[in-house]
């Protein structure tokens, strides 16, 4: 099948009808484009296991607050489509602005509590945004299987409990985070980075990983792993710290003893630029 690019919405359900009445599943991948190596493999798992494999660009003014970079954010749609093409997605849905809010559009879905934690402190409105155009992508698209990277946990874990809530037929998958060689996050904000930033960012995975290993010694006081966490990045780099939170993983309850399957998370500002990374262990 040659990739679709699809700018309709009767276009995009037409096209999903007729795979699902030829018993494939739809697997979906939502993107904001500036398409990297991390939206490269939940795309190749999404085209493995399922019959028809759709990805969607939009960046999605909503989850943008108003000092935000929702102007500068980068688009470039010519590359984008080859590299979807490249990776064999079956369709790209690429609505404008106006197809997903139109004139006089008044309907929010939100996630209460999960979302006013974490990246939702100091990005009011964040979470909210990504819940409603999800619903809307949901109900387009009609996924049977939803990929998500670790990369957005709070979003991920987010978005699993609004499917719970609001019964959608779809199985969330949370794939890795797919890191560049020095262990940075790929993100698409990276390239927003200066060169002395990019050198110290990695310090943020640096420090993650300096607290699996205090945990893997025996340390399960949340207090003193996040101390250290903390000085590493104070210590090694110009950034400044937004939180740096142990909690678990699925509920996003905070935890002061290092129990379960726990997720240490954390959000750096290196000038206007907001890095965030994570890892999810499992303590016995
Ligand atoms: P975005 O285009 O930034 O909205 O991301 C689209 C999807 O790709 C989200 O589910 C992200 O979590 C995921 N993603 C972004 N960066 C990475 C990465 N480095 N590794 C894995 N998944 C990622």
């Keep these: 099948m040659t990739m679709r690019v699809v700018k309709s919405i009767k276009t995009m359900r ?3 009808k007729k795979a699902k009445a030829q018993n494939k599943t739809v697997g979906f991948v939502p993107t904001m484009g500036a398409l990297h190596e991390g939206h490269r493999s939940l795309v190749c798992k999404c085209r493995r296991e399922n019959g028809l494999s759709v990805m969607s660009i939009f960046v999605n003014p909503k989850q943008f607050g108003p000092r935000e970079d929702f102007a500068k954010y980068p688009r470039d749609q010519k590359r984008d489509e080859l590299f979807a093409k490249n990776e064999n997605v079956d369709i790209i849905f690429y609505p404008s602005e106006r197809l997903i809010y139109p004139n006089g559009y008044l309907t929010y879905v939100q ?9 939702g402190v100091t990005r009011p409105g964040h979470f909210r ?8 992508l949901l109900n387009i698209i009609t996924p049977d299987v939803l990929y998500l990277g670790q990369k957005d946990a709070q979003q991920a874990v987010i978005l699993n ?3 719970e809530d609001l019964n959608f037929p779809v199985t969330i998958k949370m794939c890795p985070i797919i ?11 990276n390239t927003y980075l200066t060169s002395r930033q990019r050198q110290e960012a ?26 250290v966490i903390r000085s590493s990045i104070v210590n090694n780099t110009c950034g400044k710290i937004v939180y740096v939170v142990c909690m678990h993983a699925s509920t996003l309850a905070s935890m002061k003893y290092i129990r379960g399957k726990v997720m240490i998370a954390l959000s750096v500002k290196f000038g206007h630029t907001r890095l965030i990374d994570n890892i999810i262990i499992n303590v016995k």
């Design 111 to 119: 996630v209460e509590q999960y979302s006013s934690r974490m990246c």
């Design 202 to 227: 990695p310090m943020l995975f640096q420090s993650l990983k300096k607290a699996k290993r205090m945990i893997r010694n025996g340390e399960h006081n949340a207090k003193k792993i996040m101390r």
């Design 161 to 163: 409990k609004m499917v």
């Design 14 to 16: 037409a096209l999903i």
């Design 129 to 136: 945004g990504v819940t409603t155009v999800m619903v809307k």
């Design 179 to 189: 890191r560049d060689r020095d262990g940075l996050a790929m993100s698409s904000r």
